[in-house]
């Protein structure tokens, strides 16, 4: 507002001049923000090695013998570099293990042996069930078709020269879907690592092995009991309280395991799923 000053007929007169009404302003928009992409705690990342570093500074310890030797061990590989994350997976991957032998001895659930379950779970915990899942179907689908086409074109090959040719047609499938990882906005499927995908290609060879051994309809059957067995063991490797437990006390853990294995390798009893099986013969 401004104050004009004039003289008329000896009196003054004051002249109120309005100041321009100020325009308002337009809001922001707010955008939303992109979702972050899930954190690998297979991988060194400060984001999932903190918090198990601070657990490890709040714990207080004892003397090294005789029960602290492994605490003291774990505190000193972090000191030198080695992450967080891998020894909490090494101290799982028993627990993860006796989980599998558990399921095959007691419930009767098979599975492709014990080493690809359990590496099948580490695989989710580093891309997701989801991903991992999803990979696995394609993997499954390519080999699958190209050993059809090959038996229906009547091309015989050996077998290593075939399966090499099963993994070239598998490797430009998975690279055909990562390429359309950009397109369809998915950072847990542009995150999948080498290590992933090998270890799906190889359970795809196991699943291919057993078809043509047997039956698609047994290998069927063994790769959805591996795909359970991996997702058990999948929330075992991602129970939080767990991972702290076998951090905190690995002396203890590591014994609990080795005595939970040799008293599971006594049982000899029925199964679970026998059970199941032969409930008509049991009741009569």
Do not use: C
Request: charged share 15%.
């Amino acid at each position: 507002m401004v104050l004009v000053l004039a003289v008329s007929g000896g009196l003054p007169v004051v002249a109120v001049t309005p100041s321009p009404i100020p325009t308002p302003t337009p809001l922001a928009t707010l955008e939303p923000t992109p979702e972050a992409p899930p954190v690998d705690i297979t991988q060194k990342s400060t984001e999932s090695l903190g918090p198990l570093e601070k657990l490890l500074e709040d714990q207080k310890v004892g003397p090294v013998w005789p029960f602290n030797p492994i605490k003291y061990a774990t505190r000193g590989a972090i000191e030198a570099g080695v992450p967080a994350n891998t020894l909490v997976l090494l101290l799982l991957l028993p627990i993860v293990t006796f989980v599998i032998a558990f399921s095959r001895n007691v419930v009767g659930i098979r599975g492709f042996g014990i080493f690809l379950p359990a590496a099948l779970s580490v695989v989710f915990v580093a891309t997701g069930p989801v991903v991992g899942i999803g990979l696995f179907l394609v993997i499954v689908a390519v080999s699958t078709l190209v050993r059809m086409i090959l038996r229906k074109l009547k091309i015989k090959l050996q077998y290593l020269p075939r399966m090499s040719f099963i993994f070239w047609a598998v490797v430009f499938a998975v690279l055909g879907v990562l390429f359309l990882a950009p397109v369809l906005s998915f950072p847990a499927l542009a995150n999948v690592s080498i290590f992933a995908v090998l270890i799906l290609i190889l359970l795809a060879e196991e699943f291919s092995r057993v078809q043509l051994g047997k039956s698609a309809k047994t290998a069927a059957n063994l790769t959805f009991e591996t795909l359970i067995l991996s997702l058990i063991s999948y929330l075992f490797l991602t129970l939080q309280p767990l991972r702290e437990y076998v951090l905190l006390k690995p002396e203890v853990s590591l014994i609990l395991v080795a005595i939970a294995d040799l008293v599971l390798g006594k049982y000899t009893g029925l199964r679970v799923m026998e059970f199941y099986r032969f409930r008509k013969l049991i009741r009569s």
